[in-house]
C-alpha cells in the first residue's frame, strides 16, 4: 500500500506518491507530469464550448420518438422540465468542486480527494467507468441516420442498410478529427460561431413552424398523456422510459471540465461555463419542444415515419417542401455535428489525464502529447478508434448500438453520483475539510447536492429499461449488462495490473 498525502492549500491540492523508475533511470511519473497542455480558451470559447456540446434543442428533435412512444407530448414537456432541474442541480454541484480542482480528470480526482475509504480504488473503478467514449457515438449516430432519413424523403424507394449508417458514421466523425488534430488553435473561433448559429438556428426554425403550421390546442401540449403504444401500461413508468428522448439533450455537464488545463483562469471559468451553459441549453430544449408540438400534424405520421425521424416527418408536414425540410434539419444538424469536435476534444482530454495518471494500459504511450500539434494525438487516436468500433455494433443491431448510447447517458450520472455521494457525506462527517473555491452554493450547497444525487439516481434506475415490451433480443436494452461488463472489467484490471500501478491522480493543481 502506498503511503499518500493530500495537502489543501488555498484551494489548491498536491498530492505526493512514490515514482516509478524506468530503464533509463528517468521517473515515469515525472515523464507524464510533464505532457502538459497549453491554456488558450478564454470564458467566451469555454462557454460556447459547453453551450455546443449540449446541442440540446438539435438533440431534442432527433430524440422526439422516445418521447412520443412513451408518455406522448405531456411527458416531453414535463421530462424536460423534471431534466433542467436535475441536470441545473449536478452542474452547480460539480461546479464547487470544479472551482477547487479544475482538472481533466474532474470526476475520478474527485472522488480520489473525498472518498471517505479506498480512495486509490475507487478513483480508479471510476476513470473505468467513464462513458464519454461512447457519448461521441451520439453526434455522428444522429447526424448518419438523419441523412439517411432525408433520403428516404426525397427519395421513397430507398431501401435503407444498417451499414449505411455506419458509413455515414464515419464520413460525419472523419473532419472533427483532422480539426482537432490540425486545427486546434482554430477551435476557439469555432466554438464561438457555432454557439451563434446554435442559438441564432433556434428561433429561426421555431418561426418557421409557427408561421407556416398549423396550431395545436393547449390541451394536446400540456395534457395529452399517451400510454400503451410501446407495450408499457404503468404511467409512470411509461413517463419514466420516455425521459431518454430528454436525458441526453442536458446529459453530459461535466464536458468543458475536461478541458480546464486549456483555460485561462480555469478556477472561475469552468463553473460559469458550466451552470450557464445548462441554463442556456435547458431554455432552448424546452422553447423547440414546446413550439415543435404545437406546431406537428399527424401524431401517427410523425411517430411511423419511414424516415426514421419523427422531426422530419414534423418538418415536411409544417413546410410542404422537401426543400425546406433539408434547409431546417441542415440547421439542427450543423450546431450538432460541431458538438462533436467539442466531443472528442473533451474525451480525448479525459482520457489522456486517465493515461497521465498510469490509469489506462500503456499509459506511457497514450499520456504524450504531440509536440508539433500540441493534443494528445495518440489519446485522440484511442478514442476515434473506440467510436469507429462502436459504430460496427449497429450493423449487428439497431437495438444494441441505442443500448450504446443509453449506457453512455447512464455510465455519466454513474460518474456523477460517486463525488456528489461522497461530498455530502464530507459535510455531515468532516465539513472543515471541504475546501472552498471561487463558486460556492454557501449554505443551499447541501440542499442542491441532495437534489442532484435524487434526480441522478432516479435517471440510473430507469436508463436501462427497454424502450417496449414484451422484450425480445432485438428491442432489449442492453445498457445494463454493457455496464456491467465495463465494471467487472475494471474490477479485473485493478487486481491484475491497477492495484501495482495506480496509485491515485498524480497531478499537481496550480493556480490557474
Known sequence: MYDEEVEMKSGSAVRSTPAEVNAQGNSSADYRQRQQLERYLNFFSSLAFSATLLASW????????????NGGPAAIVYGIIISAVGNLAIASSLAELASVH????????????????????LSFFQGWVFSWAALVCISPYFIGTEIEGMVVLGHPEYESKRWHGTLLMWAVVLIPIVINIFARRVLAV?????????????????ATFVILAPRNPDAFVWDNFVSGLSGWQNPGVV??????????????????IHMSEEVKNAKTVIPRSMIWGTLINAIMAFGYAIATLYCMGSYEEALLSPTGYPIIQIAYQATGSKTATYILMAMGMLPGWVALFNGL??????????????????????VKVDPRYKIPIRALFLVASCVIAL???QIGSTAAFNAILSLSTMGLYISYLLPLVFLVLKRFTAPDEIPQGSFTMGKWGLSVNLVAILFATYFVIFLPFPAEVPVTAENMNYAGPVLGFVMLFACGDWVVRGRHKWAGPTMKYSRE
Open 190 to 206: 469555432i466554438e464561438v460561431v457555432a454557439g451563434i448559429m446554435h442559438v441564432v438556428f433556434l428561433p429561426v426554425t421555431i
Open 102 to 121: 479544475p482538472t481533466a480528470g474532474a470526476q475520478y480526482h474527485w472522488s480520489y480527494v473525498l472518498a471517505p475509504c479506498y480512495p486509490r480504488f
Open 391 to 393: 459504430s460496427f455494433i
Open 239 to 256: 413517463f419514466s422510459v420516455g425521459l431518454l428522448g430528454v436525458l441526453t439533450p442536458l446529459s453530459g455537464v461535466d464536458g468543458v
Open 58 to 69: 438539435e438533440a431534442t428533435g432527433g430524440g422526439l420518438l422516445a418521447g412520443l412512444a
Open 345 to 366: 476534444a473533451s474525451v480525448t482530454r479525459l482520457t489522456w489525464a486517465f493515461a497521465r495518471d498510469n490509469g489506462l494500459p500503456f499509459s506511457d504511450f497514450f
